[in-house]
């Protein structure tokens, strides 16, 4: 296997041909020396390109894994969007912060002009030219899409080297209008394609997996590349069952090369550390939404709940905290004000840091129509806080009914605003519901674990 080196001392101090830093390959591993150059040892590493749709995205989801890469010793380069006018510079100052290089590309993120794609996946080819990557992880619909294609032009990295995560199918899936069919069966076509370019899939949930066998996109269970039949993803974060080493799906050799190896991965985890646990807060009952104000995320239905439920219980506070949304599905932020002008819900807006909130709520909201795993949900339960999600893939995967939260119906206010009612009438009930996540997420999806997994797949050869 060709690796690449980094040299000590620096080559130019011992006369010779290559500078400090150059990236030559050899075929070694570990440490070594080079011809009768004793005094100069050599070290191994692997320049991984980690490739998202946002700064902000990419810093709360996957900081983990950039510094679990950059402490194996990993060349880590972040590609993120070209910052817009109204991103907050802070998101990629904590990217940086991890020990990354950022380099940007052109995306319009929810845009639907090909123009606009066709530069996007130009930029991803020229990047990948130049930087020539070992491995690459993408994930988001464009990235994923433009990334495979891109990297299959360039030539690098090769293609089992190329992995893919589907976070959640979202908008393009919903195909409930005559627009959104016509959408879904281009998204389905370019998946096709693109994964012919990929040599790992990942998946967060069985739901969306069995989506995509359901269009053709991927493989069905016991087909060629189809490795992880039904949930098989082993409890601790993926871990292979023996711990340690590549993940068993990475056994053996794909006998047809255009069907990438399907995983499954319990989404991003959750930083267990960073999102410690803390006891109920005294002071009113508060429920608490976290994410982007997206139609699809039910951001009306907790509108609508929280008015149901302060009509009987004045005393309880529904806040909002995310960003505002532009483009198809969003929520615009004038019905939001509206709904706290009518004093049914306080908006925050954006926060770059949400754990003060999580600690402040009761239970923690999300009546999503589809998710992959919920990063939302997974920090209120490392927190300790009860969830209340729709009965929805994803979801249901973290808000365990009676366990750790309740499920309701998908798109029900009134069962959300009953659900919220129990924990507000409850506080022991919350707070045993909130002890019980916490350990849900010690146990099967503590971010590091997660991290690893994803490393070592991504890094084996197959």
Not at 18 to 23: A, K, M, P
Not at 226 to 254: E, F, K, L, V, Y
Not at 416 to 438: N, S, V
Request: charged letters at 25%; proline letters at 8%; glycine letters at 10%.
């Amino acid at each position: 296997m060709f690796q690449r080196i980094r040299l000590r001392p620096p080559g130019a101090q011992c006369g010779l041909p290559f500078r400090e830093g150059q990236s030559i390959r050899l075929p070694s591993a570990g440490t070594g020396s080079v011809g009768g150059w004793s005094r100069l040892w050599i070290e191994t590493y692997m320049k991984t390109a980690i490739l998202g749709n946002q700064a902000r995205a990419m810093s709360n989801f996957w900081s983990v894994l950039l510094r679990q890469a950059r402490a194996r010793g990993h060349d880590v380069l972040c590609l993120i969007p070209v910052a817009g006018a109204d991103d907050d510079p802070v998101w990629e100052q904590k990217l940086a912060a991890c020990g990354v290089r950022l380099v940007r590309y052109r995306l319009d993120r929810r845009g639907l002009n090909p123009l606009r794609d066709l530069l996007t996946l130009l930029d991803l080819q020229r990047i990948f030219r130049r930087e020539k990557p070992d491995a690459l992880f993408a994930c988001a619909v464009k990235p994923v899409v433009y990334g495979a294609f891109a990297s299959a032009l360039a030539g690098f990295p090769r293609k089992n080297r190329r992995s893919f995560m589907i976070t959640g199918l979202g908008y393009l899936f919903e195909g409930d209008t005559p627009a959104k069919r016509l959408l879904m069966q281009l998204a389905r076509l370019l998946y096709r394609c693109a994964f012919t370019a990929a040599g790992k899939v990942f998946f967060q949930n069985v739901d969306d997996r069995a989506r995509f066998e359901e269009l053709g996109i991927v493989p069905a269970p016991g087909a060629a590349g189809s490795r992880h039949p039904g949930r098989t993803t082993p409890a601790a974060g993926g871990q292979s069952p023996a711990g340690g080493g590549p993940p068993a799906a990475d056994a053996g050799r794909n006998p047809h090369a255009s069907l990438p190896a399907v995983l499954m991965c319990k989404g991003t985890g959750v930083d267990t550390e960073h999102f410690a646990f803390r006891p109920p807060c005294a002071g009113p009952p508060v429920f608490l939404y976290i994410g982007r104000l997206a139609a699809a995320k039910g951001v009306r239905e907790f509108m609508e709940a929280a008015r149901l439920t302060r009509a009987a219980h004045p005393e309880a506070v529904f806040r909002i905290v995310g960003p505002a949304e532009t483009g198809p599905g969003s929520v615009p932020l004038s019905e939001v004000l509206a709904a706290r002008d009518a004093g049914h819900i306080e908006y925050l807006g954006e926060q770059p840091d949400v754990r003060p909130c999580l600690e402040q709520a009761r239970a923690v909201l999300l009546p999503s129509y589809r998710e992959g795993v919920p990063v939302s949900l997974m920090e209120a339960l490392s927190v300790g806080r009860a969830v209340i999600a729709a009965d929805a893939p994803g979801s249901r995967e973290v808000a365990v009914d009676g366990l750790t939260g309740f499920l309701v119906p998908p798109g029900d206010a009134r069962a959300l605003a009953d659900a919220a009612i129990r924990l507000l009438r409850d506080p022991e009930l919350a707070a045993r519901m909130g002890r019980a996540g916490r350990t849900l997420m010690e146990t099967e999806y503590d971010a590091r674990v997660t991290a690893e997994y994803l490393l070592d797949a991504i890094g084996a050869q197959d």
